[in-house]
């Protein structure tokens, strides 16, 4: 869901680097009074795996494929404002480096699969849990139902600005890319019900960390 | 030096860039609803290039140059959460 240069209007592309910048600098904050010593080795193994599963693409349907996003993992381990800060890096590098997504485009890139992503996760998988009760079930439940819904939100708003930017009318664009998003995220899901399985199989004081 | 977990969780995480090969090469979900609706051609072409496409530049497999970029950006995105969290969390 990188969008490249050249597919957002300035004012679509300057309203979403003021948002996400002000989020950014926000998460900075509050990370910065709550991030204790046992966060720091999660953030770098977070953002590496992230990294590293966003390249593994995988078949949707005929002549589509899509890949984890990997912010309502981060948000469920470390809290929505951490993993906003982790998925910053993710795009910023992947900008950067490796020229995926535009550096015009990074703003609603961040807003995108940062915090829209993020938020959407970390909230609906704290519902499935309070819903369900704490449980290992309701963990892998809550992570499913959390990346499902962070990547179909994260591609409705993605929809909403390639609109408002004038590439394809929002009746087009919505359901086009709320479609084919419902199925990559159901990939969103299996595999943030797996890593979250692992973590309680083999580290579950992790997820007992305080979420930032 | 004793393995901590988060050294076994970074090698899992240099084991999937390995495994990059491996991807899909069909277009994502935007690309897609991009062709379909005809405004991939709006998308401009990079202003500058250092590992575009993550194909590691100047190595003649392809499948070698993608592990490459696939494990420069793993360590990269490590060092760049860890050193992140150790900033912030060292300035309380």
């Known amino acids: ?212 | 030096m004793k393995l901590k977990w988060w050294h076994v969780a970074l090698l899992i995480a240099l084991g999937l860039a390995i495994l990059s090969p491996l991807a899909s090469p069909w277009p994502d979900g935007l690309e897609r609803v991009a062709e379909d609706k005809g405004f991939i051609e709006a998308a401009l072409e990079p202003a500058f290039e250092l590992i575009p496409d993550y194909v590691f530049p100047g190595l003649g497999n392809e499948r070698l140059a993608t592990i490459l970029a696939g494990l420069v950006g793993t360590l990269i995105l490590f060092g760049a959460g860890y050193g992140l969290g150790a900033l912030l969390k060292g300035q309380r």
């Not at chain 1, 589509?64 to 948000?75: D, F, Q, V, W, Y």
């Open chain 1, 1 to 212: 869901m990188h969008i490249p240069d050249g597919f957002l209007n300035t004012a679509t592309a300057v309203t979403t680097y003021v948002v996400s910048a002000g989020g950014v600098g926000y998460s900075i904050r509050e990370a910065n009074r709550k991030l204790g010593d046992r966060h720091v080795p999660l953030m770098g193994v977070m953002g590496a795996f992230i990294f590293a599963a966003q390249m593994l693409n995988f078949p949707v349907i005929g002549g589509t494929s899509g890949h984890l996003i990997g912010g309502a993992l981060a948000a469920i381990l470390l809290g929505p404002l951490a993993g906003t800060l982790i998925m910053a890096c993710v795009l910023i590098v992947q900008c950067l480096v490796f020229q995926d997504g535009g550096i015009t485009a990074l703003g609603a890139n961040v807003f995108n699969m940062g915090l829209v992503a993020c938020f959407t996760g970390y909230y609906l998988y704290r519902a499935v849990v309070s819903i369900l009760g704490e449980s290992r079930r309701s963990t892998l439940v809550g992570g499913f139902v959390g990346a499902w819904a962070s990547v179909f939100v994260a591609s409705i708003f993605c929809a909403i600005e390639l609109a408002v930017s004038g590439r394809s009318p929002l009746g087009v664009a919505l359901p086009a890319m709320a479609g084919v998003h419902a199925l990559i995220g159901i990939g969103e899901g299996l595999i943030t019900s797996a890593v979250l399985a692992f973590v309680t199989a083999t580290r579950a004081d992790l997820l007992e960390l305080q979420k930032v």
